[in-house]
T-cell receptor
Framework: DTGVSQDPRHKITKRGQNVTFRCDPI?????LYWYRQTLGQGPEFLTY????????KSRLLSDRFSAERPKGSFSTLEIQRTEQGDSAMYLC?????????FGPGTRLTVL | DQQVKQNSPSLSVQEGRISILNCDYT??????FLWYKKYPAEGPTFLIS?????DKNEDGRFTVFLNKSAKHLSLHIVPSQPGDSAVYFC??????????????FGTGTRLQVTL
């Protein structure tokens, strides 16, 4: 399977804990995106990498959020001091140009 | 500010008939449009796209129509099948909207295809 993969698929955590998600894009794709989807809404853009450079962050991405793509391959998204409002599906997508292909997402539940 | 709007939250269609899903946008800088299909607990799956230089793109049972003057696009599924039952998202991006290819999504339309 050469699609986008994400790990874990589900994460339940207590408020105040830190969580980290991983995304492995399609291997030849140099662009990687993180989106967040809440109930009843479409995915919303969080941040974007071209190779290892993080080129844009949405204002949705508070200072508790940090993303990395250290070698231009996989990426991690960390949320510090989680809040109940962080509960959502976190989606990763990758592309070389044009169409973005999405991973299965990580469902975060903050209790 | 909802730049991409899907005003019908749900649609029910009989198997074999045509499904028409609609999408409106407000940002004239958008020049590339996509439709994604999403099942519960899965990521969006790409269906079909259209560039603003075209007004129609067809792929099997799926056709997307773009009316730039009305800032409107639609997805036609013919014939509809029970396996098409899912939530459909319209998305848009623009070369002049900042982040390269950042997608702006609508809120989705839940399609149910009945027997």
């Amino acid at each position: 399977d050469t699609g986008v993969s994400q790990d874990p698929r589900h994460k339940i955590t207590k408020r105040g804990q830190n969580v980290t998600f991983r995304c492995d894009p399609i291997s030849e794709h140099n662009r990687l995106y993180w989106y967040r989807q809440t109930l009843g809404q479409g995915p919303e853009f969080l941040t974007y990498f071209q190779n290892e450079a993080q080129l844009e962050k949405s204002r949705l991405l508070s200072d508790r959020f940090s993303a990395e793509r250290p070698k231009g391959s996989f990426s991690t998204l960390e949320i510090q001091r989680t809040e109940q409002g962080d509960s959502a599906m976190y989606l990763c997508a990758s592309t070389a140009v044009g169409t973005q292909y999405f991973g299965p997402g990580t469902r975060l539940t903050v209790l | 500010d909802q730049q991409v709007k899907q005003n019908s939250p749900s649609l029910s269609v009989q198997e074999g008939r045509i499904s028409i899903l609609n999408c409106d946008y407000t940002n004239s800088m958008f020049d590339y449009f996509l439709w994604y299909k999403k099942y519960p607990a899965e990521g969006p799956t790409f269906l079909i796209s259209i560039s603003s230089i075209k007004d129609k793109n067809e792929d099997g049972r799926f056709t997307v129509f773009l009316n730039k003057s009305a800032k409107h696009l639609s997805l036609h599924i013919v014939p509809s099948q029970p396996g098409d039952s899912a939530v459909y998202f319209c998305a848009a991006s623009g070369s002049n909207t900042g982040t390269a290819s950042k997608l702006t999504f609508g809120t989705g339309t839940r399609l149910q295809v009945t027997l």
